[in-house]
């Protein structure tokens, strides 16, 4: 019931806050005129409404660049605690990228109705199986969005913050016949948790379970399932305190075990911003799981605004440009 995960999610949402765990939102700043802007455009963040029978109870804001032709892909942002749609597609420089590589974005917003702090309920099954609750609600949101706009259904990613990344590796888990590829950043593993005092702990110190194990949590999600599943990466800072970056060392053991991939790293490379990228390579000799550590990052989204990507804030922490890196990923930059 959407009463009594409420209050769930209210007693995650206080103990987040004394830890200083969730995602404030940042001051909506207008964009420094002398930093690389993006091309001039008219579209904005619109509300949808009339999505579906949307179970979860969530708001759909959608980005649309102006002009986009049919057939074109679709991406889904899921914000952090305390945050909004319209912060984490701003703060992420998602709409920069939409508008520089034709795509649409879907942006889920919680409401406080749901979570005082409006954090994705990611520790609750009823919102992160398949056809229940907020993840059917998100599924339902992708589905209005390919046929209003007559997108490409077999070229839909996902990525999100914090709970809103958790919620991503849970969708990943429960539709991979909906989602062609996903990026977890400051996450955890699907299924670590389904009480509120188990996600405090999953988050903080963390849960160590085998690969096996964390992959069969991604199998159960969806057991008929046999087709491809997308591609994952896992992005995480190495001084998050918040969710601490045991996390990402456990989401690249049930991503590689789900996916088929070598246990062991197949390739490292050293990026801007004391990144580290780590490829992991699945049966088909292409990349699965990427990780991505940045080094002496906190909790929060790495972004790069002196090189025109996103805006550096609360939980947007000025580092590396990962949305680049992430559409870039799933091939949407030409």
């Known amino acids: 019931m959407r009463t009594a995960g409420a209050l769930i999610g209210t007693l995650l949402a206080l103990l987040l806050t004394s830890s200083g765990a969730t995602a404030a939102a940042s001051p909506r700043s207008t964009p420094d005129p002398t930093r690389a802007p993006g ?16 179970p979860g109870a969530l708001s759909m804001f959608r980005y649309v ?3 986009l032709p049919q057939g074109r892909p679709v991406v889904v942002v899921l914000h952090g605690c305390t945050q909004d749609a319209a912060t984490y597609v701003t703060g992420a420089g998602w709409q920069r990228f939409a508008d520089a590589y034709g795509f649409s974005l879907v942006a889920p917003q919680q409401e406080t109705g749901n979570n005082l702090s409006k954090c994705f309920n990611w520790f609750q099954a009823g919102d992160r199986s398949r056809g229940q609750g907020e993840a059917l609600s998100v599924r339902q949101m992708v589905d209005r969005t390919v046929a209003d706009l007559g997108a490409d259904a077999s070229r839909v990613f996902v990525t999100g913050l914090s709970a809103g990344g958790a919620m991503t590796a849970s969708l990943l888990a429960a539709y991979p016949d909906v989602f062609h590829g996903g990026a977890v950043i400051g996450g955890l593993p699907h299924g670590c948790a389904s009480t509120v005092l188990a996600a405090y702990s999953c988050m903080n110190p963390g849960v160590t379970k085998t690969a096996a194990q964390w992959g069969g949590l991604v199998r159960s999600a969806y057991p008929a399932y046999t087709g491809p599943r997308p591609a994952v990466s896992v992005w995480h800072g190495t001084a998050d305190a918040t969710v601490v970056p045991r996390n990402a060392a456990e989401s690249v053991k049930q991503w590689t075990d789900a996916l088929g991939a070598d246990q062991s790293a197949d390739g490292t490379e050293a990026l801007p911003g004391g990144t580290t990228r780590t490829d992991y390579t699945g049966p088909d000799g292409s990349v699965a799981v990427r990780s991505y550590l940045v080094q002496g990052m906190g ?7 002196g ?4 805006v550096a804030g609360a939980h947007f922490l000025d580092a590396i440009c990962s949305s680049r890196y992430i559409a870039r990923d799933w091939g949407l930059t030409g």
């Open 39 to 54: 091309p001039t455009r008219t579209a904005a963040l619109e509300r949808v409404t009339g999505f579906g029978s949307n």
């Open 65 to 67: 660049p102006d002009g």
């Open 299 to 305: 909790h929060g989204t790495p972004v790069r605004p």
């Open 307 to 310: 090189e025109g990507c996103g």
